[in-house]
């Protein structure tokens, strides 16, 4: 089964509202990656984070990687149009050799005018 | 950033002929590369992993002789899909890298099987 869960599955978000989705993981993580794929697009790297509650930011995007190291989040605000597309984490196992990421479901956005 | 280059992005084909996708690394040498599966709003599924002058390592579940792997060079590796049915119908994506941090994906091959 899937090994990283990640929820919501799809998020309706009006324009300039904040959101937040998030990662876990039945395993500990040696880290988890953010990417974004827009419609019709393919998946682009956003960040890693690599150390025990680290937290990133980019602009309007706050990412965070729990204490334990098997959850993530990452926060939204202010929500642009630009921002519609699925967000997707992934996650390498400890026991895994690198590149062999584990994705979520992934979080679907749509942005509201 | 690293470029991956896929090849085709589309294709259609009758049921029971195979059909190869090409994964290119353009301006990096990639001695592995990572294919996946993706069905319509469903994550990636990582189908195998491709290494450069040695066989894949498939995951489980993955059948070796439906999905064959060819990885000859270091910028250049193909996924084949063997006598394929409606069933093996997906987007399928190919991934690499030049660092150990971050992974750089294909255009995608949305394949077709009527």
């Known amino acids: 089964g899937q090994q990283v869960m990640q929820i919501p599955q799809y998020q309706h978000v009006q324009e300039g509202e904040d959101f937040t989705t998030y990662c876990n993981s039945s395993t500990t993580l040696s880290n988890i990656q953010w990417y974004k794929q827009r419609p019709g697009g393919h998946p682009v790297f956003l960040i890693q984070l690599v150390k025990s509650g680290e937290v990133k930011k980019q602009k309007r995007l706050t990412f965070q990687f729990g204490e334990a190291k098997k959850n993530s989040s990452l926060h939204i605000t202010a929500t642009q149009t630009t921002d519609v597309g699925t967000y997707f984490c992934a996650g390498l196992r400890e026991t895994d050799s690198w590149g062999k990421l584990q994705f979520g479901a992934g979080t679907q956005v749509v942005v509201t005018p | 950033g690293a470029v991956v280059s896929q090849h085709p992005s589309r294709v259609i084909c009758k049921s029971g002929t195979s059909v190869k996708i090409e994964c290119r690394s353009l301006d990096f040498q990639a001695t592995t590369m990572f294919w996946y599966r993706q069905f319509p709003k469903q994550s990636l599924m990582l189908m195998a992993t491709s290494n450069e002058g040695s066989k894949a390592t498939y995951e489980q579940g993955v059948e070796k002789d439906k999905f064959l792997i060819n990885h000859a060079s270091l910028t250049l590796s193909t996924l084949t899909v063997t006598s394929a049915h409606p069933e093996d119908s997906s987007f399928y994506i190919c991934?690499?890298?030049?660092?150990?941090?971050?992974?750089?994906f294909g255009s995608g091959t949305q394949l077709s099987v009527l």
């Open positions: 991934s690499a890298s030049p660092l150990v941090e971050k992974l750089f």
